[in-house]
Each structure stands twice: as structure tokens, then as C-alpha cells.
């Protein structure tokens, strides 16, 4: 799992977990003591490891839900290749994060990085906080409170240790990679006429979305500033299926079409492309803004710098990975996602909106929340109406303390 997924998955440990199967099915319970991963002689027990996973695999699927790509179908069970279901590609990423995250604390020495006491103690008023919320689901998933407190630590050294890890980075850009221009452009669908009863763009058709985009070459000509807001007024006075955006390119990377960009870099600033920009999709208008914009530079720039750390921090562990001694025990090996043995999150309740338009500037310190969350076990259905933020308060101390 990517880097921005797990900080994602720390920061929702805020909403209480749940383990629910399908109908007439039992959630598998864990012997949370016997050893699931070892790392360079440090060992992860079942306990842990179960916990991370689950509650993984739980807000994933709460994220499919959401973005509708959850049905009633098999989710775990798709193929993604000839021989691994989505399941076992998600466990094995959620392992590859496990493993990486104790190296990562394992080195965390050597970038005299420690947890702070503030911060020791929030991930254990976090993990008790948890635990007594949700007696049902940790006995399924076999986890103790030391268990939720190692994963929230491990977490925590992620979250904090990142800046440390990619200082080393070289993150010199080459200010040719960086240099970004800026364009404003219309843009006709290439479509047939639907409402004249035609199925294919014809070459007339071709010729008269043409002719409309030399018109609006024209009324661009015309006016006096690259306004987006005036310039759609204008292309849609012709026909109002077009748009009008603003682009960049460089040459690090761009979104526009080849043929755009070789056109754009014609032009000098505030200039007009003379013709009509032909693509089998679309039919584009032209318009440069800045052929060096200081803004899209500097956005550019950073996003390469981003790049650079970002690699170089995946390298890094990647080597530290490949030099560790790892083994996996045959109880982690058995442990499988599948569409039988189900997790997911509770819904989330509608929040109340009580605060009037002059209080929702107010800042984040003077407003507090409570919420109710339900967790629930296939095998009973029972459920614990107590929720915690305390655990994404832990990641949220951890960053604020992560220059101490």
C-alpha cells in the first residue's frame, strides 16, 4: 500500500473498527500470541499483524463502498492475474507496508528520531481508548492493547521519520525540467451532428466544426485580456459546445495533447495561434499566456522535488528490505482476505449542522465533536455504541511533535 493510503488508513483510525461477515458466516477469531512476522530478529505477533490487516482491509472496503465500486459481487476474490485474487495482492501489500515500518523504526536511530513522551502516551490513551470500545472486534482479531499500541507506534515512526529519511535526497531540478508555460485554449468536440440525424462525423461536418473555430480565432483577436470567464462567453456564442480552460506544459510533464503543445510552443506571450489545432477528438484554439509563468514554474518545481524524495525514500526502503532477514510464520501464511471473512467500517451518521454562518470561520481549536459508532461481529449481532477519536489524535500529535 502506497505511502499516501497508509497515512490515510492512520489518520481513519478515528472512526471505530468493525468486523461483520457475510450472512451465516463467523468472522475467523485469531490466536493473537503466536508469531505472524519476524524482521531482522524482531518479531511481530498475530495479534498485531491481524489487527493492521483487518482494519485495512475494513476502511478499504468502506472507501470502495463509498466510490460505488463495491457491489453485491466478489470483491477479495477478482482475479487481478492468472494466479492472485485482489485479496491476496492487498495482503500482500499491507505486509510489504508492515515489514517497511519496522525497518523504518528499526533505523530510526540512526536519524536520531524517538517518539516523545507526549507522544508515548497519546498512542497508549489511543489504544486503551480502542480497546474498550471494541471488546467484540479485538476478540476476533485476537489484539491486545500492546498490539494496537505497537501498530500505532510503528504509524507514528512512519509519519515522523519521513523529512528525516528524504533530507538525504538529492533534490536538485534542472530549471529547464522546471520551466512551465501557460496557455489558455477552446476546445470543439470532433462529434457528429446528432440533431441533423448523422451517426459519423463527415467531412463536411469536419469543415463546419472547423469554420466555427476560425470564428472564434477571430473574436478571441478581439479582446483585450486572456479572461477565462469572457473567452467561453465568446467560443459558446459560436457554439456552446465548447469549453475554455487553462493549461501548462513543461517539459517534465503536461496533460495537454502533443499536437497543442507543439503549437503553444510557437507562440510568445499573449499570442494567438493563427490556425485551427486538429486532433481526431478535438478541434483547439490556441492562446498563449506565459511561455515562463512563475507560478506553474514554481508548482513544477515542487511537484519534481516531491518526485525526487518520494523516490528516494521508496529506494531506500526497498534496499533496506532486500538486505533484512524476514520470515513469515504459517499461521500469518494462512491468514487470507477473502468475501467470506468480511471487515468493514460503520457508516458514518450524518453530522448536525448547528453552527451559523459567522461561526464557521471558527478555528479548529475551538470547535469539539462526539460521534457514535456501532461495531459489530458476524457471529452475534451485538453491538458497542463508543467511539474514539483519541487514535487519529495519536498521528495527529505525532506530526505535531515530529521536530522534537
Request: with cysteine; proline share 1%; hydrophobic share 35%.
Amino acid at each position: 500500500m502506497n505511502k499516501t493510503i497508509m497515512k490515510t488508513a492512520c489518520a481513519a483510525l478515528a472512526v471505530t473498527f468493525a468486523a461483520t461477515a457475510f450472512t451465516g458466516c463467523k468472522n475467523i477469531k485469531v490466536n493473537g500470541t503466536e508469531n505472524a512476522l519476524t524482521v531482522n530478529g524482531e518479531t511481530m505477533n498475530m495479534g498485531a499483524a491481524s489487527f493492521a490487516l483487518r482494519y485495512q482491509q475494513a476502511e478499504t472496503y468502506s472507501m470502495l463502498i463509498a466510490y460505488g465500486m463495491a457491489g453485491s459481487g466478489s470483491v477479495w476474490g477478482n482475479l487481478i492475474s492468472e494466479s492472485s485474487t485482489y485479496g491476496q495482492y492487498f495482503k500482500d501489500q499491507t505486509e510489504d507496508s508492515l515489514i517497511k515500518q519496522m525497518l523504518i523504526r528499526q533505523h530510526a536511530e540512526d536519524y536520531s528520531v524517538t517518539l516523545t513522551d507526549e507522544q508515548t502516551a497519546a498512542i497508549s490513551a489511543a489504544a486503551a481508548a480502542f480497546m474498550e470500545a471494541n471488546t467484540e472486534s479485538v476478540a476476533v482479531l485476537g489484539c491486545t492493547q500492546a498490539d494496537v499500541e505497537n501498530i500505532l507506534s510503528l504509524q507514528t515512526y512512519q509519519n515522523v521519520m519521513y523529512d528525516s529519511i528524504v533530507a538525504d535526497a538529492d533534490t536538485t531540478v534542472d530549471e529547464a525540467e522546471a520551466a512551465t508555460s501557460k496557455i489558455l485554449y477552446a476546445r470543439l468536440p470532433v462529434a457528429a451532428d446528432t440533431e441533423a440525424g448523422e451517426t459519423e462525423v463527415t467531412d463536411e461536418r469536419k469543415a463546419a466544426l472547423k469554420s466555427e473555430c476560425e470564428t472564434v480565432i477571430e473574436k478571441f483577436g478581439l479582446m483585450d485580456n486572456q479572461d477565462v470567464s469572457m473567452a467561453t462567453e465568446m467560443a459558446q456564442s459560436v457554439d456552446t459546445a465548447f469549453t475554455v480552460m487553462e493549461g501548462t506544459y513543461s517539459n517534465h510533464s503536461t496533460s495537454l495533447d502533443a499536437a497543442v503543445v507543439e503549437a503553444a510552443k510557437t507562440l510568445s506571450d499573449g499570442e494567438l495561434y493563427p490556425e485551427v489545432v486538429e486532433t481526431d477528438s478535438y478541434y483547439y484554439v490556441v492562446w498563449m499566456e506565459s511561455v515562463l509563468d512563475e507560478e506553474a514554474t514554481e508548482t513544477t518545481r515542487s511537484s519534481i522535488v516531491s518526485e525526487k524524495q518520494s523516490e528516494f525514500y521508496n529506494n531506500l526502503l526497498n534496499t533496506w528490505k532486500e538486505e533484512a532477514t524476514i520470515a513469515r510464520s504459517s499461521a500469518w501464511n494462512k491468514l487470507t482476505v477473502n468475501d467470506v471473512d468480511t471487515y468493514k467500517l460503520p457508516e458514518a451518521e450524518p453530522a448536525e449542522s448547528t453552527s451559523t454562518s459567522s461561526e464557521s470561520t471558527s478555528t479548529s481549536s475551538e470547535s469539539t465533536s462526539t460521534s457514535s459508532e456501532s461495531v459489530s461481529t458476524s457471529s452475534e449481532s451485538t453491538s458497542e455504541a463508543e467511539s474514539t477519536s483519541a487514535v487519529s489524535e495519536t498521528s495527529e500529535a505525532a506530526s505535531e511533535e515530529a521536530g522534537n
